[in-house]
């Protein structure tokens, strides 16, 4: 993010296009793995395999 605000700053444009498209990318995974880490079905799954393993 550093990165970001010294590029804009200097106004390199086309090295702040790319670390900005990286940083969203990285933004995104980051909000899909958390969402998928405290979702309601993956929890079902483990749930529904503990059950057969215990019959």
Do not use: N, P, Q, W
């Amino acid at each position: 993010m550093i990165i970001l605000f010294y590029t804009g700053y200097k106004d390199m444009k086309s090295a702040h296009k790319y670390f900005a498209c990286g940083s969203l990318l990285c933004m995104i995974m980051a909000i899909y793995s958390g969402h998928k880490m405290i979702s309601g079905a993956s929890r079902k799954k483990k749930d529904s395999v503990s059950e057969e393993v215990d019959k």
